[in-house]
């Protein structure tokens, strides 16, 4: 079946690195995406993942690996406005996305 | 980038009557639209898939007479919530894919339904 798990919530400090981690099993894989979410909002695009390694992107990097089903997303030099709720997303074969739970950020001073 | 609208942002309305939310695509032509429901702390939840000129697939549990989907064309579809009543209060957030890059969607601000 399609399931797809991350952590409910996470704390961090400013300025300090965060790992959110994501596994996955669905029918068929069509890419991994990474979505941030502030409280109210519509999702916004972090990055996607097609191939195994890493894509970073400024403070926020992700990472793949197809074989154990499995991503991370990884925020540097945390910022209080990184506090929001982050969703991991795969493509299908049929390109339908199944989203995760999201997993809530919260930064401390 | 592609930018996704949604209107109205926010409608209160009272239970038993419908309400319709817009979505438009403004600078590219969305061959596949998504609309989907968040509960609050809760994960986003498709509703329905609509591809333009053809009847939307409604994901399973998703009543199709209460939700009326409709994508006339390349760059709108609308969803209409007949009959709300309190349970349907939600934020219902709408996605579209670039017929000419298949695989990200591009998402709405959404819209934040209160049914009295």
């Known amino acids: 079946g399609q399931n797809i798990d991350q952590p409910t919530e996470m704390t961090a400090t400013e300025g300090a690195i965060v790992q959110i981690n994501c596994t996955y099993q669905t029918s068929g894989f069509n890419g991994l995406f990474w979505y941030q979410q502030h409280a109210g909002e519509a999702p916004t695009f972090l990055s996607y993942n097609v191939l195994d390694g890493l894509e970073e992107k400024g403070r926020f990097s992700s990472f793949l690996s197809r074989s154990k089903g499995y991503s991370y997303l990884l925020l540097k030099e945390l910022q209080m406005k990184d506090s929001a709720s982050y969703l991991c997303a795969v493509i299908e074969s049929n390109y339908q996305l199944i989203w995760g739970a999201g997993t809530k950020l919260i930064i401390k001073p | 980038g592609a930018v996704v609208s949604q209107h109205p942002s926010r409608v209160i309305c009272k239970s038993g009557t419908s309400v319709k939310i817009e979505c438009r695509s403004l600078?590219?032509?969305?061959?596949?639209m998504f609309w989907y429901r968040q509960f609050p702390k809760k994960s986003l939840m498709l509703m329905a898939t609509?591809?333009?000129?053809?009847?939307?697939?409604?994901e399973q549990g998703v009543e199709k007479d209460k939700f009326l989907i409709n994508h006339a064309s390349l760059t709108l579809s609308t969803l209409t919530v007949t009959s709300a009543h309190p349970e349907d209060s939600s934020f219902y957030i709408c996605?579209?894919?670039?017929?000419?890059?298949?695989?990200?969607?591009?998402f709405g601000p959404g819209t934040r339904l209160t049914v009295l």
């Open positions: 609509s591809n333009e000129g053809s009847k939307a697939t409604y």
């Open positions: 996605s579209a894919r670039d017929g000419s890059s298949s695989v990200e969607q591009f």
């Open positions: 600078d590219f032509q969305a061959t596949t």
